[in-house]
């Protein structure tokens, strides 16, 4: 893993925008896994940032998003669909074909989680996957388990998680208790990992997920095994682990 340190979020952010940048001007047809939250905000502003000043272009660029809460509609303004286009996908030229994210408002989860395995399928590899990661060391919505979950499956939400997520709804009741999420494996196949981290409160996780055991308890930690990824992180994130880098 290789470590890249920011000042701040906002150093953080142009380090890691600068990244996806790259792997679309080297491949412009590139496919890239994407990812919400608050910590990815600053890399898509720069990103919109950069489009219009035409230094790059989404013309053939296409996407695979890690997860979306299951039961809310695309209008929703928590939905990752929603939050997808807000920060991105309506400020850049990306093609509405190109752009895939699970569908929330299938109820059928088998059948949603066989269809979304197949468009990372079809695909053909992931070039670029970014990464945020939750207090207890979930990605996408891998929640802490016994085993790692391969594929797209649909989770029932940690206390923990529900907890984080109920800063963007009115009342705590709105947060959806399920979500669909990309699996382990197929966030494992893709041939880079761009993680990103900020803040304080997620130092803990850092040195857990990293600097401990592999284990499905801190899904994070699997990445250890992952032979190219990259962490961006500001400095409060690795003040547990200054001395350990
Ligand atoms: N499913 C998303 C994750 O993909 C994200 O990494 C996490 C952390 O979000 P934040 O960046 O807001 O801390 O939140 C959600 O649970």
Redesign the pocket.
């Known amino acids: 893993m290789r470590v890249i340190k920011g000042k701040d979020y906002k150093d953080m952010s142009r380090k890691a925008a600068n990244i996806i940048s790259a792997e679309i001007i080297t491949k412009p047809d590139c496919v890239l896994g994407l990812?919400?939250?608050?910590?990815p905000i600053g890399i898509y502003e720069n990103l919109v940032h950069w489009y219009e000043q035409d230094d790059l272009d989404f013309s053939q660029v296409r996407s695979v998003n890690?997860?979306e809460y299951k039961g809310l509609p695309k209008d929703n303004d928590q939905s990752y669909d929603y939050f997808m286009h807000q920060y991105l996908f309506n400020k850049v030229n990306i093609k509405p074909e190109n752009i895939n994210i699970p569908n929330g408002m299938e109820e059928d989860a088998q059948k949603e989680c066989a269809r979304y395995n197949q468009v990372l399928e079809e695909i053909g590899g992931v070039d670029l996957q970014l990464?945020?990661?939750?207090h207890n060391g979930?990605i996408?919505?891998n929640e802490p388990g016994e085993a790692f979950e391969k594929e797209t499956h649909c989770v029932d939400l940690t206390e923990s998680?529900i907890n984080a997520?109920k800063r963007f709804f009115e009342k705590e009741e709105d947060v959806p208790r399920q979500a669909y999420t990309m699996g382990i494996k197929s966030i494992m196949k893709a041939k880079k990992i761009l993680l990103i981290i900020s803040g304080k409160e997620k130092a803990g996780i850092v040195k857990e997920a990293f600097f401990g055991p592999v284990t499905p308890k801190v899904p994070a930690s699997i990445l250890q095994l992952h032979n190219d990824v990259i962490l961006v992180a500001d400095a409060d994130a690795l003040s547990e682990v200054e001395d350990l880098l």
Request: charged share 5%; glycine share 24%; proline share 0%.
């Open positions: 990812a919400t939250g608050s910590s890690l997860d990464l945020g990661i939750g979930h996408g919505f998680t997520n």
